[in-house]
T-cell receptor, first 112, second 112 residues
């Protein structure tokens, strides 16, 4: 398996634009996580899914953030409208539930 | 305040020296994960500890979980430039879901 695949690796966008981050988890993993990493706040869990169903979205900062998992092999994190303070590295991770989480390479988002 | 506190926040050592990174929890740990991250990349799983007093080693890295299960340490023997990066400890929250909360990370530099 190629591991968790995220796209794009880098995204630069203007304030107010919509941004969509994509993730393909490892096949067979029932859990999918979206994390955000910043210098100030470290690595924060935004939301996680179990069998494509959102279980805990308490980490989602605002209504501008939304996440979906239409099927077992794909998830998106959308920010609309984006703001400069959303600039961060966004990680997707997946897990079979009984062991460690496997992380993607991340998407570095810059909002100017 | 952070639920997981790591110390030190950053560390610079001379190649060949030993070093220790600590991770302290405000709650009993029902597992403790150590990950390593290189700048601009995703997190790589190192080790997982579950039992009080447990110790695991991989190459020159040893991790321990104390008997009370509230503190873990990561020890690197004879450090090398390849050990440089950010070390993060993570604790499971939410049973066997793979959902982790993380410490702020410890940045390690190894001078040749």
């Amino acid at each position: 398996d190629a591991g968790v695949i995220q796209s794009p690796r880098h995204e630069v966008t203007e304030m107010g634009q919509e941004v969509t981050l994509r993730c393909k988890p490892i096949s067979g993993h029932d859990y999918l996580f979206w994390y955000r990493q910043t210098m100030m706040r470290g690595l924060e869990l935004l939301i996680y899914f179990n069998n494509n169903v959102p279980i805990d979205d308490s980490g989602m900062p605002e209504d501008r953030f939304s996440a979906k998992m239409p099927n077992a092999s794909f998830s998106t994190l959308k920010i609309q409208p984006s703001e400069p303070r959303d600039s961060a590295v966004y990680f997707c991770a997946s897990s079979p539930g009984s062991s460690e989480a496997f992380f993607g390479q991340g998407t570095r988002l810059t909002v100017v | 305040s952070q639920e997981l506190e790591q110390s030190p926040q950053s560390l610079i050592v001379q190649e060949g020296k030993n070093l220790t990174i600590n991770c302290t929890s405000s709650k009993t740990l029902y597992g403790l994960y150590w990950y390593k991250q290189k700048y601009g990349e995703g997190l790589i799983f190192l080790m997982m500890l579950q039992k009080g007093g447990e110790e695991k080693s991989h190459e020159k890295i040893t991790a321990k979980l104390d008997e009370k299960k509230q503190q873990s340490s990561l020890h690197i023997t004879a450090s090398q430039p390849s050990h440089a990066g950010i070390y993060l400890c993570g604790a499971p929250r939410g049973g066997n879901t793979g959902k982790l909360i993380f410490g702020q990370g410890t940045t390690l530099q190894v001078k040749p």
